[in-house]
C-alpha cells in the first residue's frame, strides 16, 4: 500500500510542479495548494499504513491491545493542513487583491515593484 | 446569488449551521470533531449568510469584528496553556475540574477551552477573509 | 481517575516546573498574550504601541534571564503537557537559541519604539502592533523550540503575521511585491515540510536531540544525505540565499520601513538559524561532505548580493542586498564548520540583526528628513542633520566590517577560519565583499548626505517631518554595535558557547533526554 500512495505522492508533485512552472498567478496558486497536498500524504505515508484500527486504549487496560494505526503522522498532516489551508486563503485574497489592482494575473507584467529600466544610481557628483 | 428562496432560508440555514458547529466543537472532546472543524462549519455559516444577505448583516449579526473574535479566541488558548503556572506543572499540561452543574457531572478542562479557543481563532479568520471577499465582489 | 493507580512516570514529567523553566515559553507565550490583546482591541490605536512595547520589553526581560540561565546552567528544556520527550514538544533553549532569540526581541522593541510615531491610525487598525507581536512570538518559537515539526508551525507562524506586515496599506507595490513574497516563501517552506516528512519517515521522531543521538546508527543505511540537501535548499530559501534569494529583492522595499527593518534583521537569520541548527548538529557528517556546494552557495550570496546592491539607486533596495550579501558571509561559516568559522557565523548574525535593522531605520530617518528614497533626490543631508551623518558613518562602517563597529570582528574569524581549512578563496570573497559594501554605502553617503542638496524638489515637500524616535532608535541599536566593535570579547564568548554547543551536541541531548531516563 506504501508502494501505491508513494506513486500518487509522486503525480502529485509532478503536477504541482507542472503547474508552479505556470506564469498565471492562478495557476501557481493551484499548484501550490496541490504541493500542500502532496507533502500532506507522503508525511500520512511515512507514517507507515495501518488498517482501521484507532489508537484508543480501552478502559480497562494501560497498553492498546494489537497494532494500532500510528496518530502522529494523522496529527501532523492535520496541523499541515491546517497551515496551509489559513494561508492559502490569505494567498488567495492577495491574488485576487494584487489582480485587481494590477489588472493582470501574469508575473512577466507584474514589474510596479521593480520596474523595467530603472535609472542607474547617479555615478558621481 | 440572491434569489428570494435563497435570501428566506439563509438565516435558518446560518443558524442551523452554528448550533451544529458547537455541536461539533464540543463533541471533539472524544470524539471526530473539535475547534478547527467546528470554526469552519461557523465559517461557512456566516460566509452562506454573506453571500445571501450582503456583508453588513453579517457584520451586524456577529456584533463584534470578526479579527476581535480571533483575537478573544487567540486570548482563550493562551491563558489555558499559561494557566500550568499555578500548577506547577510544563506550559499546556492538561488540567482537569470535576463540577456539578445542576446535579450532572460535568468534566472541565483546560483542553476544552484551548479548543474553544481555537473555534473562535478559526471562525473569526475565517470569516474575515471571506467577508472581505464577498465585499470586493459585491462592492 | 484511574491515574492514581497507574505509575506515571514511565510516560510523564514528574518533577514540579519551577518559575524559572517559565522563561523558557516566555518569548513565545508572552508576544501571543499581548498579540491576543492587541487584536481584541484593536480600534482603541491609542493605547497599541504602549502595550506593544510592554509586551515586548516583558519579553526581552525573560529571555534576558532565559540566556543568563543558559550560560550558568547549560540547555535548558521544558516539555510541553507533560509528556516526556519525544512524546511531548519539547522547547530546548540553549545559547545559539537563547542568544538569537534576545536579539531579536531587542530589535523588536526598538521597531516598536520607531512605529510610535511612523505608523499612524491607519496603520494601526489595519494591526500592525498585533501582528509585530505575533511575528515575535514565531521567531522566538524557531528559535527556542526542540522539535523539527514544531519549528514549521512556528516558521507558518511568523510568515502568516508577516504577510500581514507586508501588506499593511496595500498599495500597488505592495500587492506586486507581497504576492512574490508570500508564494515563494510558502513554497519554502512547503520544502521544509517534505523534508520533514522524509525526516519521519527515516526516524520516526521528530525530536531534534533525539534525531541527533539517532543519526548515527542511521548513517549506513537511511538516507541522510537527501535530507540534509532537502534541508540546505529549504533554509537556504528561507534565508535567501543564492540562487534562491528573488523573493527578498522583490518584496524587502515595499512595505513600511520600520517593517522592512524588522524583516531585515530578524526572518533571513531565522533561516541561518535553521540551517546551523540542522545541518551542523543534526547531518554533521552530511555538511561536511556538502561544505564545497555550501561555500560555493555563500561566495555567490555574498558577491552577488552586494553587486546587485550597487547597481540600485533606491536606498531601501541598496539595503535589501545588502542583506542577502550578509547571509552569504554568515552561509560561509556553515561552510567552514569549524568552531571558528561558526563563532564567527553566529557573531555575524549578532550584528546583522543589529546592523541591518539599524540600517532601514535609518533609511526612514533620511526620508523623514529628505523626502526621498531615492539617490537621485537626496542630498545635502550633513549640512542640515550633523547627527544623522554620525549615525550614517557609524552603521556603514558596520555593514562594511569595517573598525569600530560591530562587523569588524566576525569578519576577522571568518577570514582566519577560512585561511585555516585552507580556503583562501573563501576569505577573499568575504574580503572582496567587505570592499564592495564599503564602495555600495559609500556612495549612499556621499550622495545622500556629503553633496549639496539636490536641485530637484522631492516629490513630496510635505512628508519632510521630524524624525520622531528615529533618534532614539537609532542610539538604542548603535550602542550595541558600537559595543560589539570596541569590546567584542563578552559576546564573542556567547558566540563560541554557541558554536560549541552545535558541535558538541551531548549537553543538549543530555538536557532533553537526562542520563537517569536513559535505560
Known sequence: MEVALSFVVGVFFAVAIYLMLSKHIIRILLGVSIFGNAVNLSIFTAGRLTREVPPIIPEALQTPEVATANPLPQALVLTAIVISFSLFAFLLVLAFRAYQELGTDDTDGMRVAEPEGEPMPPLGY | ?139 | MAAESIDISNAMVTQPTTLGDWMLVAPVGVPILFGAILLMVRHETRLHASVAIAGLLLTLGANAALLLQVLADGPQVMTMGRWLPPFGISFTADVLGASLSFVAMLVASVCALYAMKDIGTTGRRYGFYPFVMLLMAGVGGSFLTGDIFNLYVWFEVFLISSFGLLILGSTERQLDGATKYAILNLVGTTLFLTATAYLYGTFGTLNMADIARKAEAMRETGPLMTLAVLYLLAFGMKAAAFPVNFWLPASYHTPRIVTAALFGGVLTKVGVYALLRVLVMLFPVERAELSGVIAWVAAGTMVLGIMGAIAQSDIRRVLGFVVISGVGVMLAGLALGTETGLTGTILYAFHSVLAMTALYLLAGVMKGLGGSYSLHELGGLYRSYPAMGAFALVLMLAAAGLPPASGLWPKVLLVRASLEAGWPWLSFAILLTGLLTTIALGRVYILAIWRDRQEVAPAGEAAIGRPGFGYTSLVLLCVPIILLGVYPEPFIRVAAAAAGGLLDSSSYIGAVFPVEAVQ
Do not use: Q
Open chain 2, 1 to 139: 446569488m440572491r434569489t428570494l428562496i435563497f435570501r428566506t432560508v439563509a438565516p435558518y440555514l446560518t443558524s442551523l449551521m452554528v448550533l451544529f458547529s458547537v455541536f461539533v466543537l464540543l463533541r471533539g472532546h472524544n470524539e471526530p470533531g473539535g475547534g478547527f472543524i467546528g470554526g469552519l462549519i461557523a465559517a461557512s455559516a456566516f460566509a452562506i449568510y454573506g453571500v445571501a444577505c450582503g456583508v453588513s448583516p453579517v457584520r451586524r449579526s456577529l456584533y463584534f469584528h470578526p479579527m476581535a473574535i480571533s483575537g478573544f479566541g487567540l486570548l482563550v488558548a493562551a491563558i489555558s496553556g499559561w494557566l500550568s503556572v499555578v500548577f506547577n506543572v510544563p506550559f499546556m499540561t492538561g488540567l482537569w475540574i470535576k463540577v456539578s452543574v445542576l446535579g450532572v457531572p460535568v468534566d472541565l478542562s483546560t483542553v476544552l477551552f484551548f479548543d474553544i479557543g481555537v473555534y473562535l481563532v478559526v471562525l473569526g479568520s475565517i470569516t474575515s477573509v471571506a467577508l472581505a471577499l464577498e465585499e470586493r465582489e459585491h462592492g
